[in-house]
């Protein structure tokens, strides 16, 4: 995709999250800390343990391709958590990734679940194209976060 195409995209979803989704965001209790075109970063913290924890969203090639995510802790974000510091106990996490050498979520709307051989025909424009309303940001970032409250790290 054309990068002039896909930063309008970015922002545009920017937009929205900012605009219309400001109560949703503030009721869910993100820190955005990053939202410049190709970088979502967001600070969410666990219902029940108060960890907190930072999750970078690599949006380049929005929206033809999910967005990629790594985790850091807030203290550094510019540090990519190692695997040992991921939530683990009910976090939905992949084998090794044939394509990216690091932890990843394997959850549908995150790139590494649909480029692992294991999801190939589970393509990402089908998410797209069902609902224009379903995997935006906000709705990416939300499946994270239920996915993190429901671990027990």
Excluded at 88 to 113: S, T
Aim: aromatic share 14%; proline share 8%.
């Amino acid at each position: 995709m054309d990068v002039e195409v896909s930063k309008l995209k970015f922002n545009r979803e920017k937009d929205l999250l900012l605009g219309e989704g400001k109560d949703f965001v503030a009721a869910q209790g993100w820190e955005i800390i990053e939202f410049e075109y190709p970088i979502l970063a967001v600070i969410l913290t666990h219902p029940k343990n108060k960890r907190r924890l930072g999750f970078r969203f690599l949006c380049d090639d929005w929206d033809d391709q999910p967005p990629s995510l790594s985790l850091f802790d807030p203290a550094s974000p510019k540090v990519e958590l190692p695997w040992a510091k991921w939530p683990q106990k009910g976090w939905n996490v992949g084998d090794r990734h044939a394509h990216y050498p690091k932890p990843f979520l394997c959850l549908p709307g995150i790139r590494e679940y649909h480029s692992h051989p294991n999801h190939l025909g589970d393509h990402w424009v089908n998410y797209r194209a069902n609902d224009r309303d379903s995997y935006k940001l906000r709705y990416i970032v939300d499946r994270v976060h239920q996915k993190f409250s429901q671990s027990n790290d």
